[in-house]
T-cell receptor, first 112, second 114 residues
């Protein structure tokens, strides 16, 4: 069964600190993996997309890694800011059909 | 460009009432989607429209109908609302159908059915 699991469910960190969010998936055969940021009361916004051949991609202070062999991805946030407080959603797609498998998200709170 | 817009932002319905959620995009995208987001669950696809004139069921279509009015607009109708349809509804659009295309989401409609 195709599944996407994220951990932790929630996380609280101090402003300026780094953090890493995890995404494990069983989706196969793999096409791509996306990380979205969803602010409270808003729709998800794409941060990165990674294909099978990519193992690192950065978007400003956000760096995503992908290990397609172990079916794991992580999102590392450097020097966190209050505006990073949001839910981060991992989405994995197989290379057959038109499917998007959404994780339940990690809720990040950055406190001053 | 407004991107993807949704109306209304909030709605409260009584069981059995009907309503239509509106979605429009100004990015000249071909494909449009309706999702629902419930606590503790990932977004689930209700219906999608790969191109103007076509619609297809997603993972959770029961209790819903859709209309692709034109290339810009894709509406979601609840004919007889039930408490189980209390959720946040997101519309999304993409340039084409297929997992390589980026999806752009609207701000959501928060629906409560009492």
């Amino acid at each position: 069964k195709n599944q996407v699991e994220q951990s932790p469910q929630s996380l609280i960190i101090l402003e300026g600190k780094n953090c890493t969010l995890q995404c494990n998936y069983t989706v196969s055969p793999f096409s791509n993996l996306r990380w979205y940021k969803q602010d409270t009361g808003r729709g998800p916004v794409s941060l990165t997309i990674m294909t099978f051949s990519e193992n690192t991609k950065s978007n400003g202070r956000y760096t995503a890694t992908l290990d397609a062999d172990t079916k794991q991805s992580s999102l590392h946030i450097t020097a966190s800011q209050l505006s990073d407080s949001a839910s981060y959603i991992c989405v994995v797609s197989p290379n057959t059909g038109n499917q998007f498998y959404f994780g339940t998200g990690t809720s990040l709170t950055v406190i001053p | 460009n407004a991107g993807v817009t949704q109306t209304p932002k909030f709605q409260v319905l009584k069981t059995g009432q009907s309503m239509t959620l509106q979605c429009a995009q100004d990015m000249n995208h071909n494909s449009m989607y309706w999702y629902r987001q419930d606590p503790g669950m990932g977004l689930r696809l209700i219906y999608y429209s790969a191109s103007e004139g076509t619609t297809d069921k997603g993972e959770v279509p029961n209790g819903y109908n859709v209309s692709r009015l034109n290339k810009r607009e894709f509406s979601l109708r609840l004919e007889s609302a039930a408490p189980s349809q209390t959720s946040v509804y997101f519309c999304a659009s993409s340039l084409g159908q297929g997992v390589i295309y980026e999806q752009y989401f609207g701000p959501g409609t928060r629906l409560t059915v009492t």
